[in-house]
């Protein structure tokens, strides 16, 4: 919670300087999410959202730097139970064709879950996580944002497609 707050309170302070050049490299979003959680003992899915915020180099637009945190939601699979939350950091390289930005990323994530019903409860960890995805310029500062990510997180993995908006500052 703490992370989340940091984020939002950076977001925030984003919002408040005034529109000059450099705010047109700052972007903030919100995105539904889809996520899977697939390891040898447990398969799910649930729907569930996510905040991002990012920086886009002035002299070099391919390149930025992203964070956003992620609540993947609550997965059940035969008698278990599985909650999970993540604050993640990211490298990005991007590229433009007509409207659309196409985008890579990869980078870390810091994920904390609750489990019950299986052996080895409550946990949290760093691991690495990378997703790719386009977002369909609608005007200078609004995009539409699709994305698939992928988190490696200790032994499963956590396939996640995100649709949501994007503002450009």
């Known amino acids: 919670m703490k992370r989340l707050a ?3 309170l950076l977001a ?3 919002l408040g300087l005034s529109s000059t050049t450099v705010m047109a490299d700052f972007n903030v979003g919100a995105s539904l ?16 959202w996510k905040l991002f915020g990012g920086w886009r180099s002035s002299d070099r637009k391919w390149f930025g730097i ?9 997965f059940d699979d035969a008698g278990a139970s ?13 590229f433009k064709i007509w409207r659309f ?10 994920w904390d879950s609750d489990v019950s019903g299986i052996p080895g409860g409550d946990d949290s960890g760093t691991d690495f996580a990378y997703g790719v995805g386009a977002a369909f310029r609608i005007g200078p500062r609004l995009h539409i944002r699709a994305e698939w990510e992928v ?8 396939d996640m497609a995100s649709i949501g908006i994007d503002l450009k500052f």
């Open 12 to 14: 925030v302070a984003a």
């Open 82 to 94: 599985l909650e999970a939350t993540s604050f993640d950091v990211f490298a990005l390289a991007a």
């Open 6 to 8: 940091l984020m939002l």
């Open 33 to 48: 999410t889809d996520t899977e959680a697939d390891d040898s003992g447990f398969d799910a899915d649930d729907n569930s």
């Open 151 to 158: 988190f490696e997180v200790d032994d499963a993995d956590l």
């Open 66 to 74: 992203e964070a956003q945190y992620v609540d993947f939601g609550d």
């Open 101 to 110: 930005d196409l985008f890579g990323k990869a980078g870390l994530a810091f």
